[in-house]
C-alpha cells in the first residue's frame, strides 16, 4: 500500500522517492529509490501509465527521466548513456514529447526500469 497523507496536496506530476519508509518529492539525481509521480488529488502515486510528470531541463521525445537534484522534478537522459551511468533502476518514465524549461510538465510513460 503506497497511499501516503498529503500526496494529493503536491503538484500533479511530482517525482516520488521513498525516503524513510515515506514517499516524498525527490531532492537527489538518478535516487534508486524514486517510486513513482503524484497523482491529481489522490494520496496515492502513480507508478504504471501515461501521465504528466514535472520535468527541469531539456527533455526529447524518447529520453527516459530520472530524478533530478530539483526538488521533485525529473529530468531527461538520453537512451544512450543508460548503460554507462549505470541507471537501470534509477528510471521512471519515458518522455512522448519535447519540452524545454526551468520547471514545467510533458507526457510521459511511468514504468520503473
Known amino acids: 500500500n503506497l497511499e501516503t497523507e498529503g500526496l494529493d496536496k503536491m503538484q500533479e506530476?511530482?517525482?516520488l522517492s521513498l525516503k524513510n519508509s515515506i514517499l516524498c518529492p525527490?531532492?537527489?539525481?538518478a535516487d534508486p529509490l524514486v517510486?513513482?509521480?503524484v497523482s491529481k488529488e489522490k494520496n496515492y502515486p502513480i507508478v504504471l501509465g501515461a501521465e504528466p510528470v514535472l520535468v527541469t531541463g531539456k527533455v526529447e521525445e524518447g529520453d527516459y527521466i530520472i530524478t533530478s537534484n530539483i526538488k521533485g522534478?525529473?529530468?531527461g537522459i538520453n537512451?544512450?548513456?543508460i548503460y554507462n551511468k549505470q541507471l537501470f533502476g534509477k528510471i521512471i518514465a519515458q518522455a512522448v514529447e519535447s519540452g524545454d524549461?526551468?520547471?514545467y510538465t510533458i507526457k510521459a510513460m511511468i514504468r520503473k526500469m
Open 101 to 103: 524549461g526551468e520547471s
Open 79 to 81: 537512451p544512450q548513456y
Open 73 to 75: 522534478h525529473g529530468k
Open 26 to 29: 525527490c531532492e537527489k539525481e
Open 13 to 15: 506530476g511530482t517525482v
Open 35 to 37: 517510486i513513482g509521480i
